[in-house]
C-alpha cells in the first residue's frame, strides 16, 4: 500500500540495487518487526493469528515507498500519512471482518503508536549506514555521458550529489570543442564519442547515458552500433526533459510506445481510489457538519440581504466550466466577465461574511460539489472563470492546474499562497505549488494537505 500511496513519478526505473532493495524492504519489515516486538511485550505467543497480521501488514506496505535522497521533513511527513492510511484502511477492515477481537487492544495500540517512531528510526540508520556500506568494495556501478549538455550535467551531478544511486560518475563523451561546451565544473571530459565504445571496454563500464539532442539521430545510431561490442547497459535521457513533465512516463498505444509528457494523476487505479476517498470522506464530513452549516446558513441569512448561498462559474476538469457553490459572504454576487478579487478590508464584505471567510466556513457547501463529481477535497483551488481568461495569458502552464479536478484545498493554500493573488509573482507561485502536486500526487499526500488545513484554519491571516 505504501507504494500505491506515494508513485513518485518518474521517466526511468533504475536498476537492481543495494539502496532499492533496502528502500523496498526496510518499511514493511520494521512493520512486522514492532508488531511481534509489542505482542511479546504483553506475553503474547506469535501464533496463527499474528503472522496473519503480519502477512497482511507487509502485503500492504511493500514495497516501501520512501526514498532515501529525500529531504528529512518529507519523509517524516510521508511516513506518519503512510501510517494514518494503514491504520484506518486496516482497522476497518479489522473492525468489518471482526478480526481485530483476536488481539488484546493494548497490544494494537502500543503497535499503532510505537510503529512511526521505529519507521522515521530506521529510516535515519539506513541514511547513516548505506553510504558507508555503498563505499565498501564493488557496490557502486560505473556510469558515464554522452553528451555534455543541460540534461547529462544534470544527470552526472545527481550521480555525484546522490550516494544511494550507487553509481561512480567517471566522466563525459562529446565531440564539439571546449569552448562550445558548458562548463562541467569539476566533472571530467574523457574524450570525443568515437572513443566511447574502447573506453567502455577498457574501464568495464556498466552503464552509458546518452543525452544527446533527437536531432543527431544517425550519430546515436552509430553509437548503438559501436556499443553493441560492450555489455553496458545504455539509457537514453531524451531531450524532451527540456520541458516541464507533468506524471512524465512511457505508455504505449496498440504496442507502439509513446512518451507522456503532460497527463493527469489519476488514470486506472488511482482515478478510482482518489474518487472513492472523495466521496465517502464527503459523506462522512457533511454528515458532521450539518449543524454547522444550518448555523452558517442562518448567519448569512440573518446578516444581510441576499440569497445564502454563492454561486461562481469556474474552470473544472479539462478547463470546462463548472458552478461552485459558497456561502455568500459579501454584497454582492460577481460572476461576470470582470471579477475583482476580494482584498483586505475590502467594504463588500459583510461583517459575518469575513468570519466565515477567515475561518473558511464559507467554502463548506462545496463538499455537495465533491458529491457532484466537480470537484475533489484537495486540488488546485479554482480561480473564478474571469480571472483564468486573465492569467491564462501571463503566467506559464496556467491551464495545466485544470488537468485534475479542483479542491475544496491544496497544496499552494497549505503553503502560505491562500486568499488575494494581487501580482503575478503571488500567482506563479501559486502555480508552481499547483504543480508540483500533479507531479507528485498521493492518497499520502492529499491526507497531508488535509490534516495541514485542519491546522491552519484558525490561524491562518491570508483569508479574508
Known amino acids: 500500500m505504501f507504494a500505491a500511496l506515494d508513485k513518485h513519478p518518474g521517466?526511468?526505473?533504475?536498476?537492481?540495487?543495494?539502496?532499492?532493495?533496502?528502500?523496498?524492504?526496510?518499511?514493511?519489515?520494521?512493520?512486522?518487526g514492532v508488531l511481534f516486538a509489542c505482542a511479546l511485550a504483553f506475553g503474547e505467543r506469535v501464533a496463527a493469528p499474528y503472522?496473519?497480521?503480519?502477512?497482511?501488514?507487509?502485503?500492504?506496505?511493500?514495497?516501501?515507498?520512501?526514498?532515501?535522497?529525500e529531504p528529512l521533513r518529507r519523509m517524516v511527513r510521508k511516513t506518519i500519512t503512510n501510517w494514518l492510511l494503514f491504520v484506518v484502511i486496516l482497522g476497518g477492515f479489522g473492525y468489518a471482518s471482526g478480526y481485530l477481537s483476536f488481539f488484546p487492544?493494548?497490544?494494537?495500540?502500543?503497535?499503532?503508536?510505537?510503529?512511526?517512531?521505529?519507521?522515521?528510526?530506521?529510516?535515519?540508520?539506513?541514511?547513516?549506514?548505506?553510504?558507508?556500506?555503498?563505499?565498501?568494495?564493488?557496490?557502486?556501478r560505473l556510469a558515464v555521458v554522452a553528451g555534455l549538455n543541460d540534461m547529462g550535467l544534470g544527470v552526472a551531478q545527481q550521480f555525484v550529489a546522490n550516494p544511494y544511486l550507487s553509481t561512480r560518475f567517471l566522466g563525459f563523451f562529446d565531440d564539439r570543442s571546449r569552448d562550445r561546451l558548458p562548463d562541467p565544473g569539476n566533472l571530467p571530459m574523457l574524450g570525443g564519442l568515437g572513443q566511447l565504445a574502447e573506453y567502455v571496454k577498457q574501464h568495464h563500464v556498466e552503464a552509458i547515458y546518452l543525452a544527446l539532442p533527437m536531432a543527431t539521430q544517425p550519430r546515436i545510431l552509430r553509437l548503438l552500433d559501436d556499443l553493441k561490442d560492450t555489455t553496458a547497459s545504455i539509457y537514453f535521457v531524451p531531450d524532451i526533459f527540456v520541458t516541464d513533465l507533468i506524471?512524465?512516463?512511457?505508455?504505449?498505444?496498440?504496442?507502439?510506445?509513446?512518451?507522456?509528457?503532460?497527463?493527469?494523476?489519476?488514470?486506472?487505479?488511482?482515478?478510482?481510489?482518489?474518487?472513492?476517498?472523495d466521496v465517502l470522506l464527503s459523506i462522512l464530513i457533511l454528515i458532521l457538519?450539518?449543524?454547522?452549516?444550518?448555523?452558517?446558513?442562518?448567519?448569512?441569512?440573518?446578516?444581510?440581504?441576499?440569497?445564502?448561498?454563492?454561486?461562481?462559474?469556474?474552470?473544472?476538469?479539462?478547463?470546462?466550466?463548472?458552478?461552485?457553490?459558497k456561502f455568500r459572504s459579501m454584497t454582492t454576487c460577481d460572476d461576470g466577465a470582470v471579477v475583482r478579487q476580494a482584498s483586505r478590508n475590502d467594504k463588500r464584505i459583510t461583517p459575518f461574511g469575513a468570519?466565515?471567510?477567515?475561518?473558511?466556513?464559507?467554502?463548506?457547501?462545496?463538499?455537495?460539489?465533491?458529491?457532484q463529481g466537480r470537484m475533489s477535497i484537495v486540488g488546485p483551488r479554482p480561480h473564478a472563470?474571469?480571472?483564468?481568461?486573465?492569467?491564462?495569458?501571463?503566467?506559464?502552464?496556467?491551464?495545466?492546474?485544470?488537468?485534475?479536478?479542483?479542491?475544496?484545498?491544496?497544496?499552494?493554500?497549505?503553503?502560505g499562497y491562500r486568499g488575494e493573488t494581487e501580482t503575478i509573482d503571488k500567482m506563479e507561485k501559486r502555480?508552481?505549488?499547483?504543480?508540483?502536486?500533479?507531479?507528485?500526487?498521493?492518497?499520502?499526500?492529499?491526507?497531508?494537505?488535509?490534516?495541514?488545513?485542519?491546522?491552519?484554519?484558525?490561524?491562518?491571516?491570508?483569508?479574508?
Open 105 to 140: 487492544e493494548p497490544v494494537l495500540m502500543l503497535w499503532a503508536s510505537m510503529t512511526p517512531l521505529a519507521l522515521i528510526g530506521g529510516q535515519l540508520l539506513a541514511r547513516m549506514v548505506l553510504p558507508r556500506v555503498i563505499a565498501i568494495g564493488n557496490n557502486q
Open 289 to 325: 457538519i450539518s449543524p454547522v452549516m444550518l448555523a452558517v446558513a442562518a448567519g448569512v441569512k440573518l446578516s444581510s440581504p441576499g440569497p445564502v448561498i454563492f454561486k461562481q462559474r469556474r474552470y473544472g476538469l479539462d478547463g470546462k466550466e463548472i458552478v461552485v457553490y
Open 385 to 415: 472563470v474571469a480571472h483564468n481568461e486573465t492569467y491564462r495569458k501571463l503566467v506559464k502552464g496556467y491551464m495545466v492546474r485544470h488537468k485534475v479536478k479542483p479542491g475544496i484545498t491544496g497544496w499552494a493554500q497549505v503553503n
Open 355 to 371: 468570519f466565515i471567510r477567515r475561518t473558511s466556513l464559507d467554502e463548506l457547501p462545496q463538499f455537495f460539489n465533491v458529491l
Open 51 to 69: 503472522v496473519i497480521l503480519g502477512l497482511l501488514s507487509f502485503s500492504l506496505t511493500f514495497p516501501g515507498n520512501i526514498h532515501f535522497h
Open 247 to 277: 506524471q512524465g512516463r512511457m505508455d504505449n498505444v496498440g504496442g507502439m510506445p509513446v512518451v507522456a509528457v503532460c497527463e493527469t494523476p489519476f488514470t486506472g487505479l488511482n482515478g478510482v481510489a482518489k474518487r472513492l476517498s
Open 11 to 32: 521517466f526511468f526505473r533504475t536498476s537492481f540495487t543495494l539502496t532499492g532493495f533496502v528502500e523496498s524492504f526496510l518499511d514493511p519489515l520494521v512493520v512486522i
Open 431 to 464: 502555480i508552481e505549488y499547483d504543480l508540483e502536486y500533479l507531479r507528485n500526487w498521493s492518497l499520502a499526500m492529499d491526507l497531508w494537505i488535509v490534516i495541514k488545513t485542519a491546522l491552519l484554519v484558525i490561524k491562518d491571516r491570508q483569508a479574508y
